[in-house]
């Protein structure tokens, strides 16, 4: 079975300054997805990024990106420049490519503070 | 579209008793997912539609949790006979089934209280 693993339950940071959250993953297969996810407080989760598998480049969105090492199965993701609204619950998820179902982390709480 | 809704967005009830959960998908989705999110820990895979099929469902899903899709659009989760241990957020996420641009957006969630 899949799993993933964030071994992270709380990190901060200060507001301009750069974070890198953790997250490795067990999987067989060579075909897959992974996520990351942001989830506000009380707020409803968005994707932060994606990575595909077969892809060798990492992904990146504006201060979002990701060291993908596939062979350590490892996927973190680092924030730049971190602003006050980027607090928040990260959760790693991990998609055999097909299976239609996250496989999430048990994610890690980010503070950013001013 | 306004994404993902899910209604009601809370829910308190007596242990024993039905309740059900609604969530309507982005429109022009046609897959449509399930999760379960206890306190501190991340969502969980409870079962996915294809238009009106379940394709499948998690050994989470007891025999007193039933999901439907009746016309592929919105889906219902209805949990029988509650039991304290059903309290937890309800996630429902959809998504356009494209693999190029995978995602699954996911609604504001229910949360249950069984009291």
């Known amino acids: 079975a899949q799993t993933v693993t964030q071994s992270q339950p709380e990190m901060s940071v200060q507001e301009a300054e750069t974070v890198t959250l953790s997250c490795t993953y067990d999987?067989?297969?060579?075909?897959?997805?992974l996520f990351w996810y942001k989830q506000p407080p009380s707020r409803q989760m968005i994707l932060v990024i994606r990575?595909?598998?077969?892809?060798?480049q990492n992904a990146t969105e504006n201060r979002f990106s990701v060291n993908f090492q596939k062979a350590a199965k490892s996927f973190s993701l680092k924030i730049s420049d971190s602003q006050l609204g980027d607090a928040a619950m990260y959760f790693c998820a991990f998609d055999q490519g097909g299976s239609e179902k996250l496989v999430f982390g048990k994610g890690t709480k980010l503070t950013v503070n001013p | 579209d306004t994404g993902v809704s899910q209604d009601p967005r809370h829910k308190i009830t007596k242990r024993g008793q039905n309740v059900t959960f609604r969530c309507d998908p982005i429109s022009e989705h046609n897959r449509l997912y399930w999760y379960r999110q206890t306190l501190g820990q991340g969502p969980e895979f409870l079962t996915y539609?294809?238009?009106?099929?379940?394709?499948?469902k998690s050994r989470l899903l007891s025999d007193r949790f039933s999901a439907e899709r009746p016309k592929g659009s919105f889906s219902t989760l209805e949990i029988q006979r509650t039991e304290q241990g059903d309290s937890a957020m309800y996630l429902c996420?959809?998504?356009?089934?494209?693999?190029?641009?995978?995602?699954?957006?996911f609604g504001p969630g229910t949360r249950l209280t069984v009291t």
């Open positions: 996420a959809s998504s356009s089934g494209h693999r190029v641009v995978y995602e699954q957006y």
């Open positions: 539609f294809q238009n009106e099929a379940q394709l499948e």
């Open positions: 999987t067989s297969e060579s075909d897959y997805y």
């Open positions: 990575q595909e598998a077969y892809k060798q």
